[in-house]
C-alpha cells in the first residue's frame, strides 16, 4: 500500500507485533488439494503485508515480494528449507510494500522469473523512486529497505494464462483502484483469486490515490470474471470468499464517496474556489474515522487512515465533472439535516436523574451513569446514526428529516425494552431539536397502567459539545416533567 506523508512519523513507533515473519498454511478444505497455499507476513511497519505461495510437487510459486529485508531473508529461509526450486514471483500491483523484496528474490533464485503486466511494471519505478525521497515513507525504513529495485523480467498481457510448477494461472488487469494499476492472479486448480491490494478482507480500503470512482466500478468485475466459490488471497489479512469481500469493499468505497459528496452539495461546505473548507475536511476526516473503527487499519490507527482517504477522494471530486450526482431532494434531506451537525462526532458524557422526586415516571432511573455516544451520518449523509453505550445499557437512534413533512424523526431502540420508539418534531429558535412521541403514539405504560409518553430535545452546548435532555407527559403531552440529562463532556478521537 502506497503511503501518504502523514504517517511517516508512524514509524518511528514501538512496533504492534514481533517483527518475526507470520508462516502458516491456507488451503480449501472442500478438495483434495494438488497444492497447498502458504502465507509470509511482515509486521506493522510493512502494514500486514502477505506473500502468498503456492507449493506443489514440482515447485514454487510466489504471490508478491514483501517489503522489509528481515522479512523477506526470513522467506527466502522458509522457501529454501522445502527443497524446491522458485520457479516465478507475481507482482500484482506497484507498492513498494508488495515489490521491495524483489531484488533480494532474484538474488536468492535467479532462475525464478518475475512475472507482472506492462501496466504494474511500468509504475514501480516511479513509486519507488517518490518513496525514496527525503522524508519518505521507505526513506523511513533506512537500511531495512532494499534501495535497488528489481524490475520484472516477464512481461505477460492482461488475460494470460500461464502453466507454471505444474499448475495454472491467469493474470488479469483492473487498471487504477487501490493502486495506479491492480492486477490479480487465479489459480484454476484451487479456485484460489490472488487479489493484491484490489481487495483487503477485514480491512480499511485505501482510497488516498484518486482513484475511489474506478475501484467502485473494478470490484463487481471480479465475481463476473470469477464467479462461484473462489476464495480471495488479498495482500493484507485473511482469505475471505471472494463474493463477500467485494461487497464489503464496495461498500466501503460507496460509503467514502457519498459522505464527500455529501460535504460537496453543501454550500456551507465550500470556499469561494469551490473546495472544501477546513471544518468540512474536519467533519469527514471524523466521519470516515468513526466507519474505520473496528476493520483492520493496518496499524496506522483509524485516524491515519480517514485523513489518507479524505485528502483522496477530496482531490478527486474537486473536479465538477467527477463528484457523486446528488439528487435535488438529497440536497434538501441534507439540508434538513444540517442544523444537526453539532452531533456528529464521538463523545464522554454523563447521564444524570434530573428529576429525583417520588412521583418520576422513570423506573430506577440512573444518578449517574457514564456514557460514550457516538453520531455518524450513514447513507452518504441521508441520515445520523446514534449510539450511546454504557455499563450493561446500549442504545441506538436514528435521525431523519422528512422533507414532504418537513418534520424530523427519530428512532430509538434500546437493549432493555426491545422498544422501537418513533419521535417526531421540529427545531427550535436555538437550533435545539425538540421531538415527542405524541403523534406516533408509541407510549409505554407505567407499573400503574397510564400511558407515558416520552420527548427528546438535543440541544448544541459550548464549546463544541451537545445536550440531550428526555422529558415525560402522563397526560398526553399536554405537560412535560425532565426526568434524565445527557451531557457531552468530552469530544473522543475515534
Given at each position: 500500500m502506497r503511503i501518504h506523508p502523514l504517517v511517516h512519523a508512524l514509524h518511528a513507533l514501538p512496533l504492534l507485533l514481533g517483527a518475526t515473519t507470520t508462516l502458516g498454511a491456507q488451503s480449501p478444505a472442500s478438495v483434495a488439494p494438488p497444492a497447498q497455499i502458504h502465507v509470509a507476513t511482515g509486521d506493522a511497519r510493512s502494514y500486514f503485508t502477505n506473500a502468498w505461495w503456492i507449493e506443489t510437487a514440482e515447485g514454487l510459486v510466489l504471490i508478491d515480494a514483501m517489503c522489509l529485508r528481515s522479512d523477506v531473508d526470513r522467506l527466502i529461509?522458509?522457501?529454501?528449507?522445502?527443497?524446491?526450486?522458485?520457479?516465478?514471483?507475481?507482482?500484482?500491483?506497484?507498492?513498494?510494500?508488495?515489490?521491495g523484496g524483489l531484488t533480494q528474490l532474484k538474488e536468492a533464485f535467479p532462475k525464478a522469473r518475475i512475472i507482472a503486466t506492462s501496466a504494474t511494471a511500468g509504475a514501480m519505478q516511479g513509486v519507488h523512486d517518490q518513496a525514496l525521497q527525503p522524508g519518505g515513507w521507505l526513506a523511513a525504513l533506512g537500511a531495512e529497505y532494499e534501495r535497488r529495485l528489481q524490475r520484472p523480467d516477464s512481461l505477460v498481457a492482461s488475460g494470460s494464462t500461464l502453466r507454471i510448477a505444474g499448475l495454472t494461472y491467469t493474470v488479469r488487469d483492473y487498471g487504477p483502484a487501490e493502486a495506479e494499476n491492480n492486477s490479480v492472479v487465479?489459480?484454476?486448480?484451487?479456485?484460489?483469486?490472488?487479489?493484491?491490494?484490489?481487495?483487503?478482507?477485514?480491512?480499511?480500503?485505501?482510497?488516498?490515490?484518486?482513484?475511489?470512482?474506478?475501484?467502485?466500478?473494478?470490484?463487481?468485475?471480479?465475481?463476473?470474471?470469477?464467479?462461484?466459490?473462489?476464495?480471495?488471497?488479498?495482500?493484507?489479512?485473511?482469505?475471505?470468499?471472494l463474493a463477500a469481500v467485494v461487497q464489503e469493499n464496495t461498500e466501503q468505497v460507496r460509503f467514502f464517496r457519498l459522505a464527500a459528496a455529501a460535504e460537496f452539495a453543501d454550500s456551507s461546505s465550500l470556499t469561494p474556489s469551490g473546495v472544501l473548507n477546513a471544518a468540512a475536511m474536519r467533519r469527514l476526516t471524523r466521519t470516515y474515522a468513526a466507519f474505520l473503527r473496528g476493520r483492520n487499519t493496518y496499524g496506522m490507527g483509524a485516524v491515519a487512515v480517514a485523513q489518507m482517504n479524505a485528502s483522496g477522494v477530496v482531490a478527486e471530486m474537486r473536479d465538477a465533472a467527477a463528484q457523486v450526482r446528488v439528487r435535488p431532494i438529497h440536497q434538501q434531506v441534507r439540508a434538513g439535516l444540517r442544523p444537526l451537525r453539532y452531533l456528529l462526532g464521538r463523545w464522554r458524557g454523563t447521564q444524570f436523574a434530573a428529576d429525583t422526586s417520588a412521583t418520576a415516571t422513570t423506573a430506577s432511573a440512573p444518578r449517574a451513569l457514564d456514557i460514550i455516544s457516538e453520531f455518524v451520518p450513514v447513507l452518504g449523509g441521508a441520515a445520523y446514526e446514534g449510539r450511546m453505550t454504557a455499563s450493561g445499557y446500549r442504545f441506538v437512534?436514528?435521525?431523519?428529516?422528512?422533507?414532504?413533512?418537513?418534520?424530523y424523526r427519530v428512532a430509538a431502540l434500546d437493549d432493555v425494552s426491545g422498544l422501537l420508539d418513533i419521535f417526531e418534531g421540529i427545531l427550535g429558535d436555538d437550533g435545539s431539536l425538540v421531538v415527542d412521541n405524541v403523534r406516533p403514539g408509541t407510549f409505554y405504560a407505567n407499573p400503574s397502567g397510564v400511558r407515558v409518553h416520552t420527548r427528546l430535545t438535543f440541544a448544541p452546548a459550548a464549546p463544541d459539545l451537545f445536550r440531550l435532555d428526555v422529558a415525560e407527559s402522563v397526560d398526553g403531552g399536554t405537560t412535560w416533567r425532565t426526568v434524565t440529562q445527557y451531557q457531552a463532556s468530552q469530544r473522543l478521537v475515534p
Open positions: 529461509a522458509t522457501l529454501r528449507k522445502t527443497g524446491k526450486p522458485l520457479a516465478a514471483v507475481f507482482i500484482t500491483h506497484p507498492h513498494a510494500d508488495h515489490f487465479y489459480l484454476h486448480e484451487l479456485s484460489a483469486l490472488f487479489t493484491g491490494d484490489l481487495t483487503v478482507a477485514g480491512g480499511a480500503y485505501f482510497i488516498g490515490e484518486q482513484h475511489s470512482r474506478l475501484a467502485q466500478l473494478a470490484l463487481p468485475k471480479l465475481l463476473v470474471d470469477f464467479p462461484g466459490a473462489v476464495t480471495s488471497y488479498s495482500g493484507h489479512f485473511a482469505p475471505m470468499p437512534l436514528t435521525l431523519s428529516y422528512d422533507v414532504a413533512q418537513q418534520r
